[in-house]
């Protein structure tokens, strides 16, 4: 009878101990299974990189902007995180982005400036700067959270991601961009990221896209030519049209022209005689042109880098007209 009590006893205490134990080991196997079962870092704001820094003009330094770019699809998880700005002398500002963009496709970007930048492009913004003068064409950096890090020009302090050598001041009315360079040129991979913003970075034209804007990347052939920022990579060259245009022997001294590219989402370019090509958009009007002959060219460049190899080109001749 001892013995059959002490039995029971006996179970009864194996079974609370053994419960106890369920206890404690089923919730720590629980976290380690949503730990096992977790998305990875890759799908989320850690794969993003800094594709743009635009620092305004002299005329305009207010219009600043920086523009991120996903590596693949489901990173568009960025609210909440932060992008720092820095002085050359490494004096950070920092902008909290308020919310997640809603385009989480490969190649998406996120487009963080002034509302200056977006009245100057006619864009629509991610997120605002917190405040305008952030950026210094002669020297700086930008910094996505501790993934990601530029600098340029005369800049000398540190940065929580590894940047190398400073890219190149920023020239009047240009941007700093990621050349994308070693791998196929419309596709950010790890291959083309060297940690070293001299040779991640060129001098491009400005082309701000915010996140609403599909990518207009293509993606290489396995025979494309890749790293050249200013060939056509493998994806075909880029053509413009010139759609109007004032006759070859024109009184009209502010001639308009009209024209359009091929490809969707490029930059164009407009020059006139021996002046060096500027952005532009279709219609252009010149201004008051001199007596005589002038030639007007229109060329377009991707958000890759890619050059239309050739420009669309006019000459005419501006002749006296009554009363001029």
Request: hydrophobic content about 35%; some cysteine; proline content about 8%.
């Amino acid at each position: 009878m001892l013995n059959h009590m002490d039995g029971r006893r006996h179970g009864s205490a194996s079974r609370l101990a053994t419960g106890r134990r369920n206890r404690i080991l089923l919730p720590v196997l629980a976290c380690l299974a949503a730990m096992t079962l977790a998305p990875t870092a890759s799908a989320t704001f850690h794969r993003i990189s800094i594709r743009e820094v635009y620092p305004g003009t002299a005329s305009e330094p207010g219009a600043e902007y920086v523009e991120l770019q996903m590596w693949s699809s489901g990173q568009e998880l960025v609210g909440a995180h932060t992008l720092r700005t820095y002085s050359a002398a490494g004096s950070p500002k920092a902008t909290v982005l308020p919310s997640d963009v809603s385009n989480g496709a490969n190649q998406s970007t996120v487009l963080i400036g002034t509302a200056e930048a977006a009245a100057n492009f006619g864009v629509d913004l991610d997120a605002t700067l917190s405040s305008s003068g952030q950026l210094s064409p002669a020297g700086g950096a930008v910094c996505w959270e501790d993934v990601d890090c530029v600098s340029w020009g005369s800049f000398s302090g540190a940065l929580t991601s590894p940047a190398g050598g400073p890219a190149a001041a920023i020239a009047d009315g240009m941007a700093l961009r990621r050349t994308i360079a070693p791998g196929c040129p419309t596709l950010l991979e790890a291959s083309d990221d060297h940690n070293d913003s001299a040779a991640d970075f060129i001098s491009a034209d400005p082309a701000p896209r915010p996140n609403s804007v599909a990518p207009s990347e293509r993606a290489c052939p396995s025979s494309g030519t890749g790293g050249n920022p200013d060939g056509d990579g493998g994806g075909g060259s880029i053509r413009v049209t010139l759609k109007r245009k004032p006759p070859r022997k024109t009184r009209d001294r502010t001639p308009t022209f009209r024209f359009v590219a091929d490809e969707p989402g490029v930059t164009l370019q407009c020059k006139l005689d021996g002046k060096p090509f500027r952005p532009c958009r279709s219609p252009f009007t010149t201004k008051k042109l001199s007596l005589g002959r002038h030639v007007f060219r229109v060329r377009a460049r991707d958000d890759s880098g890619r050059l239309d190899p050739g420009s669309a080109s006019y000459a005419f001749r501006v002749i006296r007209g009554q009363g001029a």
